[in-house]
């Protein structure tokens, strides 16, 4: 790790810098912190991890990966994913010099820095870029399909998915049709002063049990007399236990009398 990076006061005036300026803070931010980044060597080509950037930057993993964005847009310098390398273009100039002698000691430094650099898509265009200013040797280059210096970090293409998401869920959604809530035939209060339901098929099973009677019609008569007598209604819990006693003594009496006279059975059926 370097003690110390420079930073040419071109970069504020220069036609590269002006476009980074004009793309934003996060721009500037990352273009200042790849010159002067503690991970980063006088070639300008080095290790740079996304996550590191995100970090150190104060960016986070959005700001830092839109900010370089526009520095790569910018010419200012290009970054590949896979290999997580960055090359800023000018930097060894800025860093090293324009172009040194052959005899200067530097020029063993650049060549040992340049073949301890580990395989990425930049090495080639490196060399051809500096080999004479800086009196390069063995050119390095890496073959395959990684050669993408401009490919976006990964949060920008997970960005771009959530917007495919995003707008796939903004499509009008096809509800499923459902079927219609049952509606009760029947209700009969309750002591709390809640409505017990009486569905159909309830009905249907007390019809076949009780054939003598009229089920529909004596619901009916328990819900009149329920409302008569308040204090004699039953719970949620009691209430089939009075109907199915209701619809037994119809069964067996079927001339039983109106209950007027308030008498009752143990399960409050009047008698």
Known sequence: MRDYGKVSPSFWTGKTGKAIRARGSEAVVVAMY??????????????????????????????????????????????????????????ASYQIAN?????????KGIQKDYDALPDCPFLADFFD?????????????VEGPSQAPSKPLRSQEQ????????????????????????????ELPLVDGSMHPVMTEEIEVWERAYPAVNVRAELRRMGVWLEANR?????????????????????????????????????????
């Open 34 to 91: 790849l010159m002067t980044s503690p991970h980063s060597n006088m070639l300008g080509l080095y290790y740079q991890p996304s996550l590191y950037m995100a970090h150190e930057t104060g960016l986070g993993i959005e700001g830092a990966s839109k900010g370089l964005q526009w520095c790569i847009d910018a010419g200012f310098c290009a970054f590949d994913a896979e290999s997580e390398m960055v090359w800023v273009y000018e930097m």
């Open 129 to 141: 870029k500096y080999q004479t200013a800086f009196h390069l040797k063995n050119r390095r280059s």
């Open 159 to 186: 960005e771009q998915e959530q917007e495919q998401d995003i707008s796939a869920e903004q499509k009008p959604l096809q509800l499923l049709p459902t079927e219609p809530e049952p509606i009760p035939e029947a």
């Open 99 to 107: 172009e040194i002698k052959e005899k200067d000691l530097r020029v």
């Open 231 to 271: 204090r004699k209604r039953k719970t949620a819990r009691g209430i089939n236990a009075f109907i199915v006693a209701w619809l037994t003594r119809t069964q067996d009496s079927p001339r039983r009398g109106t209950g007027t006279d308030g008498a009752v059975d143990e399960h409050g059926v009047p008698l």
